[in-house]
């Protein structure tokens, strides 16, 4: 009896601490996290086809990083907005629907990254990819990167056009 009198406690406390482990959140407001997060990179991209510069940058956390398709592009979001000020003044800064993302979510359901194909009329299709950070309620970009897809058996031709880009600087 006295070895199920100490078992009991021991069990509760191990049960009690399993409980007390954070649950990975799935969803929000009922609502899947993936789906929640899509909405999110497909308002971001609608802002820019539409020029919202106010929600297009509402997107970005305060220190989030815009990595461009050009090598120099590395943008903090305060230097990206003034590089793209001219841009939003237009009917439209740019264009780009996905056309296929794959998302995923961290462990503790507060980070998230994805990678994404989206389309553009001059580029075609490029790769984004970022992490997005869940902050008071709503999903932000942390970091995207924005990069031309180019197919393994053209990449040494293109990787000699960029070194003759590079050395007649």
């Known amino acids: 009896m006295r070895c199920i009198t100490l078992a009991v406690p021991i069990v509760a406390v191990a049960l009690g601490a399993f409980a007390l482990q954070p649950e990975r959140p799935q969803r929000i407001v009922g609502r899947p996290l993936v789906e929640v997060i899509a909405e999110t990179l497909d308002d971001f991209h609608d802002a820019a086809a539409k020029a919202d510069a106010a929600r297009y940058f509402g997107h970005f956390t305060p220190d989030a990083v815009f990595l461009g398709t050009d090598p120099t592009e590395r943008w903090t979001v305060e230097a990206f907005r003034a590089w ?61 990167n924005l990069t031309f897809q180019v197919p393994n058996d053209v990449a040494g031709e293109l990787l000699d056009l960029v070194a003759k880009h590079h050395s007649a600087d």
Do not use: M
């Not at 359901?109 to 709503?138: C, H, I, M, P």
């Open 84 to 144: 793209a000020g001219p841009y939003f003044e237009r009917e439209s800064a740019w264009t780009y629907h996905a056309v296929e993302r794959h998302v995923s979510i961290g462990a503790c359901g507060q980070v998230a990254w994805f990678d994404e194909v989206v389309r553009n009329e001059k580029y075609g299709d490029l790769r984004g990819t970022g992490v997005l950070a869940l902050s008071e309620g709503r999903w932000k970009i942390a970091q995207y």
